[in-house]
Nanobody, 124 residues
Framework: VQLQASGGGLVQTGGSLRLSCAVS????????MGWFRQAPGKEREFVAA????????YYADSVKGRFTISRDNAKNTVYLQMNSLKPEDTAVYYC??????????????????WGQGTLVTVSS
């Protein structure tokens, strides 16, 4: 399974971006999906996750109400809509895939696959 993230860039505080993660090699519906981020000099942190059907989602407190994770299984793509961006959202964002929907495991980063990152920079 290959995960290709895109959509990062430079945005001002309060702006929006939508990240995409294209999945190839297997059908997207086989996997729960998620997003992590890592800011310069900081540890990697969980951002959001979505179940295989899309019926369940879970967010870090720091992004709840501002970010929305969604998926289009027909397009084999997962999205992260990021609104009301803050400078502290600046990070490299990574998408992940896991064959099981186990919230604790996903939040801990114990997943089957990681994609390469896409850089999001929020200017103040």
């Amino acid at each position: 399974v290959q995960l290709q993230a895109s959509g990062g860039g430079l945005v001002q505080t309060g702006g929006s971006l939508r990240l995409s993660c294209a999945v190839s090699g297997r059908t997207l519906s086989s996997y729960a999906m998620g997003w992590f981020r890592q800011a310069p000099g900081k540890e990697r942190e969980f951002v959001a996750a979505i179940s295989r059907s899309g019926g369940s989602t879970y967010y870090a407190d720091s992004v709840k109400g501002r970010f929305t994770i969604s998926r289009d299984n027909a397009k084999n793509t997962v999205y992260l809509q990021m609104n009301s961006l803050k400078p502290e959202d600046t990070a490299v964002y990574y998408c992940v895939a896991d064959r099981q929907w186990v919230r604790g495991a996903i939040v801990a980063g114990n997943v089957d696959y990681w994609g390469q990152g896409t850089l999001v920079t929020v200017s103040s």
